[in-house]
């Protein structure tokens, strides 16, 4: 069984930063793609970042040049770093990654539970 679990998040004011991170454990045999997305209340959810195969990155157009998706794969850790945050930016932030747990098997999504990010002044 896989496991996410995000921390980092908070009360930031505008113009702030926050990293938020997410350590994931279980078996796995390959990670097809590491995102983060993020839900404000009364919005759909919505992607914010992703890596994907071959390392490559994927931004959301609002968060291009303010955020930046990494992971550190010795602490199986995925990170958001998160600058000159803007009201629009409250929400709650969720890892996702796809992962197979043999060869050949299909990748399946897995979530975490969420770290609720509050920018405000």
């Known amino acids: 069984q896989v496991q996410l679990v995000e921390s980092g998040g908070g009360l930031v004011q505008p113009g702030g930063s926050a990293r938020l991170s997410c ?17 404000a209340p009364g919005k759909e959810r919505e992607l914010v970042a ?12 609002s968060t291009k040049g303010r955020f930046t998706i990494s992971k550190d794969s010795a602490k199986n850790t995925l990170y958001l770093q998160m600058s000159n945050l803007i009201p629009a930016d409250t929400a709650v932030y969720y890892c996702n990654i796809g992962a197979s747990h043999d ?14 990010v509050t920018v405000s002044p």
């Open 23 to 39: 350590t994931v454990s279980g078996t796995i045999f390959a990670i097809n793609h590491m995102t983060w997305y993020r839900q």
């Open 50 to 61: 992703s890596i994907i195969t071959g390392g490559n990155t994927l931004y959301t157009p």
């Open 103 to 116: 060869a050949g098997e299909e990748a399946t999504n897995y979530w975490g539970q969420g770290t609720q």
